[in-house]
């Protein structure tokens, strides 16, 4: 899978999820291991919400999906100004788990 994420210092993050390969996704799980260089004693665990507010249940191979986070400071568990790194997990149909980070810059909304 690919991922391209947009975190804003209001809390926001847009996530758009591509899935690359040729089996489904079927779970994810995003969260936040890294802020402004300091690793997390613990990550914080992200609800992801899809665009229209409905729950992730699978992205098909090859396409892509549009996925929301309203608060990545996890209740203000969370403190950055610059940037977070984000880990996100995939689990898919065949069983496999993947798991990618990414580093990116807070942008002002």
Not at 38 to 62: C, H, N, W
Not at 63 to 85: C, F, H, P, R, Y
Request: hydrophobic share 40%; aromatic share 6%.
């Amino acid at each position: 899978f690919m991922a391209t994420i947009v975190a804003y210092d209001t809390g926001r993050v847009e996530v758009t999820l591509k899935n690359v390969g040729t089996v489904d996704i079927t779970s994810l799980e995003v969260r936040i291991i890294v802020a402004d260089g300091s690793k997390l004693a613990t990550p914080v665990e992200l609800t992801v919400k899809l665009a229209d507010g409905s729950d992730f249940e699978k992205l098909s191979a090859g396409e892509e999906t549009q996925l929301i986070i309203d608060d990545w400071t996890g209740g203000s568990a969370v403190s950055a100004k610059n940037m977070l790194t984000f880990e996100i997990v995939c689990g898919f149909a065949n069983g496999k788990t993947v798991s990618h980070t990414y580093a990116v810059p807070i942008q002002t909304s």
